[in-house]
């Protein structure tokens, strides 16, 4: 039988990203999942170096990495250079070790089927938004001044498909609403509700919308995901739903642990075992 390790956020933070494939050999895991804001800098050369040295650790580490995107990860660039050549389950060979999981992608690991949809509301748009502004202000300037540079500076910090459409999530439920026993997204179902959530602002509830449409659709005994940087367990209905915190390095709740940034999902997934052993 083998085990998942589940992971929050990693933001691009290359020391986390090693304690935890350093976790996942501990805990006998051949793979870890990052539920979304992965860090798919891939526009951006340390973005690319990060990559690499994941990809590096992990065939060391013999655990292969998978991720679905946040809405901190530049999807759009990932089916641009990978879209073409899906492996044999279907996600996308970023790296050898490293494959991204597309929104509505589906899968079967030891008799678990699984299902994945990314994407969230990003809170900090604004900010993110004026960044990308006062970066072209500032080429703009350069180039005035003979600079033949051209840095791209729109969707470098923000990205236009961070979440899901209301269209885009009724054709992936119209294409395959089959069940499936464990769901992962980035953000969280509507109905859960965690006792710390900073990412409540009205532009954010769309999304948690579709996501519980999507939870409501495929009935999941277990949904887990990230985005909140909050590790919390709930239970919506027949789905219990975990929150996983992030890295170390993000925004979150006073007494944080780095233990609260994953969770092992023994396969195959099995509900009364989990509860016994305190999992999921
Ligand atoms: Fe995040
Ligand atoms: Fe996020």
């Not at 530049?74 to 990978?82: A, R």
């Not at 009724?170 to 509700?193: C, E, G, I, Q």
């Not at 990412?199 to 005994?221: G, H, M, S, T, Y």
Request: charged letters at 30%.
């Amino acid at each position: 039988m083998g085990s998942v390790l589940m992971t929050g956020d990693l933001h691009g933070n290359t020391s986390h990203a090693i304690d935890l494939l350093q976790v996942a050999v501990r805990e006998e895991c051949e793979r870890m999942f990052v539920l979304g804001d992965f860090g798919a800098w891939e526009h951006t050369a340390a973005g690319r170096r990060y990559f690499d040295v994941v990809d590096r650790v992990a065939r060391k580490k013999k655990v292969r990495v998978y991720f679905l995107d946040g809405n901190h990860d530049k999807s759009s660039l990932l089916h641009e250079l990978y879209g073409s050549e899906p492996d044999d389950e279907g996600f996308l060979v970023c790296r050898k070790n490293i494959r991204y999981a597309p929104r509505g992608h589906r899968w079967t690991w030891e008799g678990t089927r699984f299902a994945a949809f990314g994407g969230a509301y990003s809170v900090d748009k604004g900010w993110r938004l004026a960044a990308e502004a006062q970066r072209e202000r500032k080429a703009e300037r350069r180039r005035q001044f003979g600079s033949a540079r051209r840095p791209a500076t729109e969707g470098t910090l923000w990205f236009p498909e961070e979440q899901m459409t209301d269209a885009e999530c009724a054709a992936l439920l119209a294409a395959d609403s089959t069940p499936v026993d464990v769901l992962l997204t980035h953000d969280k179902p509507r109905a859960a509700d965690p006792d710390w959530n900073r990412k409540n602002l009205p532009e954010c509830l769309p999304n948690q919308d579709r996501v519980q449409r999507v939870v409501d659709a495929l009935r999941p005994r277990l949904a887990l995901h990230g985005h909140l940087h909050y590790r919390y367990t709930d239970q919506v209905g027949d789905t219990r739903v975990e929150g996983l915190g992030a890295d170390p390095e993000a925004s979150h709740p006073i007494g944080y642990e780095s233990s609260d940034s994953w969770l092992v999902l023994p396969l195959p997934y099995a509900p009364e075992v989990a509860a016994e052993r305190e999992i999921a």
